[in-house]
């Protein structure tokens, strides 16, 4: 069964750091592009970051840039986001998704994750 599933979410305080994992089973990421969506209640969902099959372009909304920095190991089939500098503004569901290139609309990402929440709150 091909699937991704997101962990790694939690409860930091604003300041704090996370890392996010996407773990691709049934299928291998090589020849994915990778999105990291969040979306929080009452809220359109955003799409935070995206990596290409082979890691060598990233892409960040402007609202994470500078703070969160994604990567990939093929080899353990596996994407992450590392997060720093959190703010409670990054409080969300976080989910991972993949498609042919991060050129693709949102509507083009597919194989959701079930999401980890990232709660930022003193």
């Known amino acids: 069964q091909e699937q991704l599933v997101e962990s790694g979410g939690g409860l930091v305080q604003p300041g704090g750091s996370l890392r996010l994992s996407c773990a691709a089973s049934?299928?291998?990421?090589?020849?994915?592009?990778i999105g990291w969506f969040r979306q929080a209640p009452g809220k359109e969902r955003e799409r935070v970051s995206c990596?290409?099959?082979?890691?060598?372009?990233?892409y960040y909304a402007d609202s994470v840039k500078g703070r969160f920095t994604i990567s990939r190991d093929n080899a353990k089939n596996t994407v992450f986001l590392q997060m720093t500098s959190l703010k409670p503004e990054d409080t969300a569901e976080y989910y991972c998704?993949?498609?042919?290139?991060?050129?693709?609309?949102?509507?083009?990402?597919?194989?959701w994750g079930q999401g980890t929440q990232v709660t930022v709150s003193s």
């Open positions: 049934g299928f291998s990421l090589d020849y994915y592009a």
């Open positions: 998704a993949r498609a042919g290139n991060c050129m693709s609309g949102d509507a083009h990402f597919g194989f």
């Open positions: 990596v290409s099959h082979n890691g060598a372009s990233t």
